[in-house]
């Protein structure tokens, strides 16, 4: 990060070798639409490029800034485009069909065990199904707690108690993760 | 608010599921515990960071790198 606030576009090249994978998924699972991702993608790491100077080591980790970045940014071209009602209804057959998705991609055969991705996914697929759908919705689609409620036709203090007690178990999670690598 | 309903609204925060109505009760009371509030913030940043990870990575094309370094080089260049 230092080198790209140096301006070094070889450094912003490498940057993107390394996380753009990463990135691509997250919008994708937000505007659900290839070639809208693709634009995102090359528009968010422009401003990466740009807003670089902004970034402090201090306050977390680069890949943390990028994805709070990636995410504002996609949540903001979904609902510009207005393809929110379009994307919720795609979302709500995805739900339907793979209403545990983060469990699915969690036995992917692909995956190498001891990887760090398979450790966090073990941490969210631990969670009961409406907690993980709760934090979806949130996270991915940027709805409300109201919003949640309404989606899912649960009271909103229900709502309130699935996203608090799914993010504290991720949370805690997460920490001991750090302990253990 | 004590510092332990504090953390649980940090959490829903950092991935803006706080109500508006929560989210001014949750700026005072960040105001209120100050440097411990913020350290506490940064850290729940890092569900933000394992969401993203907890996703397979997808492909995108060549095509984007290269637009993407010549307006990097193009804007340096200017």
Known sequence: MQAIQAEDPDALAQLYDRYNGILKALILRVVHNEAEADDLLQEIFMEIWNQAKNFSAQKGKPLGWMVTLARRRAIDGLRKKQAYARAEERLQNETEQQPDAWVHNATEEEIVLGDTRVLIRKVISGLPPAQQQAIDLAFFQGMSQREIAAKTNTPLGTVKTRLELGLKKIYDGLKELKDEL | ?78
């Open chain 2, 1 to 78: 608010m004590s510092f332990e309903e504090f953390k649980k609204h940090s959490r829903l925060y950092v991935i803006g599921a706080l109500e508006s109505e929560e989210l001014e009760e949750f700026e005072r009371a960040r105001a209120k515990f100050g440097k411990k509030a913020e350290d506490f913030i940064t850290e729940c940043y890092g569900l933000h960071e394992a969401f993203a990870l907890s996703l397979r990575p997808a492909k995108s094309s060549a095509a984007i790198k290269e637009r993407l370094m010549a307006m990097v080089r193009e804007k340096k260049g200017t």
